[in-house]
């Protein structure tokens, strides 16, 4: 074969594979107005589909990552269409990793359109409509998960109640702290039912941990230093060295009022 005919071949098989890859990933508008929304969808080698979701707002597109579990590519574009939802001045745009069972795995990223501008207000772990409801955004508190060396399902996490103030997004402390009431009174109850002792097994002792600083963690988030302070001064004598330094540590890690962006990774 000759130098031409071969690189004729070789630009041949290049074009028809960009046309390819163009034809499996076309865009695709999930929304036309009031934002533009499109999505191009590739299928995964594993199964299912990976789309990456542009909200446009001038040449620049704003970029959010997700991935459908479905069979077909109609069924992801239709599944995509559905989690993209507009509830003035609100833009909700699902994000999943495609059903994994981490906390992180389903999310909305949220979008304030403000005089034809679209801000991105943030992340929150969970979907809509339950992450927006009576003019409050509603996210989860998971900072300690993985830095306790504790097991996931015993690490303390609470809700969190965030406002948009001037489209940016501040911890609404008296409503964070209102609607844990119930957590916190059932994990004051356990700790009340369940003294602790100085020699507990990890087995007893971690749950008991768990309750703990659930309620000490919540408390020093919403700046309760009143409750903060009788809660330390009741269990503080009844714990060994090592039980005081867990608890010690797990609590240095809350700042109070902290926005979960200062330690979660968006989607």
């Given at each position: 074969m000759s130098r031409h005919i071969k690189w004729l071949a070789i630009t041949v098989a290049l074009v028809a594979s960009w046309?390819?890859?163009?034809?499996?990933?076309?865009?695709?508008?999930?929304?036309?107005?009031?934002v533009k929304v499109t999505a191009t969808v590739k299928a995964l080698d594993e199964g299912g589909y990976a789309a990456q979701i542009g909200i446009h707002n001038g040449p620049i597109a704003q970029l959010?990552?997700?991935?459908?579990?479905?069979?077909?590519?109609?069924?992801?574009?239709?599944?995509?269409?559905?989690?993209?939802?507009?509830?003035?001045?609100?833009?909700?745009?699902?994000?999943?990793?495609?059903?994994?069972?981490?906390?992180?795995?389903?999310?909305?990223?949220?979008?304030?359109?403000?005089?034809?501008?679209?801000?991105?207000?943030?992340?929150?772990?969970?979907?809509?409509p339950?992450?927006?409801?009576?003019?409050h955004?509603?996210?989860v508190y998971d900072k300690l998960d993985g830095k306790l060396g504790i097991a996931s399902e015993?690490?303390?996490?609470?809700?969190?109640?965030?406002?948009?103030?001037?489209?940016?997004?501040?911890?609404n402390a008296a409503a964070t702290w209102s609607g844990n009431a119930n957590a916190w009174r059932t994990?004051?109850?356990?700790?009340a039912n369940t003294p602790p002792h100085k020699d507990w097994s990890e087995t007893e002792w971690l749950p008991y941990f768990s309750a703990l600083v659930s309620n000490a963690a919540l408390a020093r988030y919403c700046n309760?230093?009143?409750?903060?302070?009788?809660?330390?001064?009741?269990?503080?004598?009844?714990?060994?060295?090592?039980?005081?330094?867990?608890?010690?540590?797990?609590?240095?890690?809350?700042?109070?009022?902290?926005?979960?962006?200062?330690?979660?990774?968006?989607?």
């Open positions: 046309s390819y890859q163009t034809a499996q990933a076309a865009e695709l508008v999930l929304m036309d107005t009031p959010v990552n997700t991935a459908v579990r479905t069979n077909s590519q109609s069924n992801a574009e239709r599944i995509l269409r559905k989690q993209v939802r507009w509830q003035s001045p609100y833009l909700f745009v699902h994000s999943s990793c495609g059903g994994g069972r981490n906390l992180r795995c389903e999310g909305e990223t949220v979008f304030k359109v403000v005089e034809t501008v679209t801000v991105r207000l943030g992340d929150l772990i969970g979907a809509a339950s992450v927006y409801t009576k003019g955004f509603h996210d015993l690490t303390p996490r609470f809700v969190l109640v965030l406002d948009d103030v001037n489209g940016k997004w501040v911890v994990h004051a109850d356990q700790i309760k230093h009143a409750e903060l302070q009788a809660l330390l001064n009741t269990v503080t004598p009844l714990l060994n060295t090592d039980q005081l330094r867990m608890v010690t540590d797990a609590l240095s890690k809350v700042v109070p009022l902290e926005l979960p962006k200062a330690w979660r990774t968006p989607y």
